[in-house]
């Protein structure tokens, strides 16, 4: 069992730039963030391989998020710039220790608790 806990988070203005950050208990081969926003389903945000560094992204997220992992300290920062209202959601972490980096939620294992990011606009 892996467990995530998720940091960082926050209220910001439209325009600005907030970090989240995962750390994880043990092991995993894939991290990835999510987020569901008021009344909508949870969708996908940016994951990582752990071992190749590889990266992917959503649409509505690229060019603004840089998802990165740290090693050493068993962790994941999701770096937000060029924040909008509608990246208002609960981030959630998410981890696998068999798989790579997906879009889909089947792909994870663990789950954090979910941190609130809100931008006001």
């Known amino acids: 069992q892996v467990q995530l806990v998720e940091s960082g988070g926050g209220l910001v203005q439209a325009g600005c730039s907030l970090s989240l950050s995962c750390a994880a ?32 992204y959503a649409d509505s997220v690229k060019g603004r998020f840089t998802i990165s992992a740290d090693n050493a300290e068993n962790t994941v920062i999701l770096q ?3 924040l909008k209202p509608e990246d208002t959601a609960v ?6 220790r068999w798989r790579s980096a997906s879009r889909y939620e089947s792909a994870y294992d663990f789950w954090g ?3 609130q990011v809100t931008v006001s606009s």
């Open 25 to 56: 208990s043990g092991r995993t081969s894939a991290m990835g963030w999510f987020r569901q926003a008021p009344g909508k389903e949870r969708e996908f945000a940016a994951g990582i391989s752990r071992t190749s560094g590889l990266t992917t």
């Open 80 to 82: 937000m710039n060029s």
């Open 91 to 96: 981030y959630y972490c998410a981890a696998t």
């Open 113 to 115: 608790r979910g941190a």
